[in-house]
C-alpha cells in the first residue's frame, strides 16, 4: 500500500521545527556575533613633540634643495627667454629693414629686457670713432625737436622681467683648448666689446622705459645696455667709441642671486648654476652655456 502523504507545514510550522532543539533569535544572533568594540587612546605630548622635531630637521635639510631647483628654473627661464627675445629682434630688423635695439637692465636683483625699433628706419646716430651717440643723446634731450624723449622709437612687445638673476658678471676666459671637457668651455675673444657683463661701459644708444619718458628723470627703467641689429642682422654693442666694429662674439652672462654661484674667474667655472648666452654678430646664430 502506498504510504499517506505527509501533511504540507507552512514555513512558521518548519522553523519552529527546525528550532526544537533551541534556536537563537535574529536579535540575539546580532548581539552575540558582532566583534568586540577597541578603545584607542590618542597620541601623548611626547610622541608629538617627536613628530614635529622630526619635521623640522627634514623641511631645514631639504629647503637648500627646494632653493636650488628653483635657482636653476629661473636660469633656464631667462637664458631661453631672452635667446628668443634676441632671435625675434633680429628677424624683425631684417623684415622690415630698420635697427632694433634690445636693452638691459638690472633691478632689485632681476634682469628686465625691451626692444624697441626705429621708426624711419634709421639708427639716428653717427659711426664715430669719439663721442658717438650725441645725437642720439640730443633726440633725447632737445624738447624742439620730433624724435624728443624717444619719440623715434616704438616698443616691440611688453617689458620682461627675469626674477632673482644677475647679469651684470663677467665669467673671463674658459677656452675650449684649456677645458675640452667642459660644457662651459667657448670661445672668447679678447676686447672690450664682445662682452654685456660688468665692464662698466655704457651703450651710446640708451633708451628709458616706457617710451616718451627723458634720458635723465621720470622713467621707470632705464637701459644703457643694449645690442643692437642692423638692417642686415648684424648685431654690435654700440659704445662710445668703437665706431662700426663688428666683434667676433658677443656675450652675455647671467648668475643666480642665490644658490651655488661660481666663483670669481679664473677659477672653475664648471660650479654653480649660471648660464651664458653667445651671438654670433654676423650670422646671428646664439648658443647657451651651461654646467
Not at 627667454?81 to 638690472?106: C, D, M, P
Not at 669719439?130 to 624724435?147: I, L, R, T, V
Not at 616691440?156 to 626674477?163: D, F, I, Q
Amino acid at each position: 500500500m502506498r504510504a499517506p502523504p505527509s501533511t504540507p507545514m507552512f514555513p512558521q510550522e518548519v522553523s519552529k521545527r527546525l528550532c526544537a532543539g533551541g534556536c537563537l533569535s535574529r536579535r540575539t544572533l546580532r548581539f552575540t556575533t558582532s566583534a568586540p568594540r577597541s578603545v584607542r587612546g590618542g597620541f601623548t605630548l611626547l610622541e608629538l613633540l617627536i613628530v614635529i622635531g622630526i619635521i623640522a630637521v627634514l623641511l631645514v635639510l631639504l629647503a637648500p634643495a627646494f632653493t636650488t631647483i628653483k635657482s636653476a628654473g629661473d636660469v633656464t627661464n631667462t637664458t631661453y627667454g631672452i635667446k628668443g627675445l634676441l632671435e625675434n629682434a633680429r628677424t624683425y630688423a631684417k623684415a622690415n629693414h630698420t635697427y632694433v635695439f634690445v636693452g638691459f637692465g638690472e633691478v632689485n636683483s632681476s634682469v628686465v629686457v625691451a626692444v624697441v625699433a626705429s621708426k624711419d628706419g634709421t639708427r639716428h646716430f653717427q659711426y664715430l670713432t669719439s663721442g658717438q651717440g650725441s645725437d642720439w643723446q640730443s633726440n633725447y634731450a632737445d624738447p624742439s625737436k620730433p624724435e624728443y624723449h624717444g619719440g623715434h622709437l616704438v616698443a616691440l612687445g611688453k617689458l620682461e622681467r627675469y626674477e632673482n638673476l644677475h647679469f651684470l658678471v663677467d665669467f673671463g676666459p674658459w677656452a675650449p683648448a684649456d677645458h675640452p671637457n667642459s660644457n662651459m668651455a667657448r670661445t672668447q675673444p679678447t676686447g672690450s666689446f664682445y662682452t654685456l657683463g660688468n665692464d662698466g661701459s655704457v651703450s651710446a644708444t640708451p633708451f628709458t622705459w616706457p617710451l616718451g619718458s627723458p634720458l635723465d628723470t621720470g622713467y621707470q627703467y632705464r637701459f644703457d645696455k643694449v645690442i643692437t641689429f642692423d638692417p642686415q642682422g648684424v648685431a654690435r654693442i654700440t659704445g662710445s667709441t668703437n665706431a662700426d666694429e663688428i666683434a667676433r662674439v658677443i656675450e652675455i652672462d647671467f648668475q643666480p642671486t642665490h644658490g651655488t654661484l661660481v666663483p670669481p674667474a679664473p677659477t672653475n667655472q664648471d660650479i654653480g648654476n649660471q648660464a651664458v648666452i653667445q651671438i654670433a654678430p654676423t650670422s646671428g646664430a646664439i648658443r647657451i652655456y651651461r654646467p
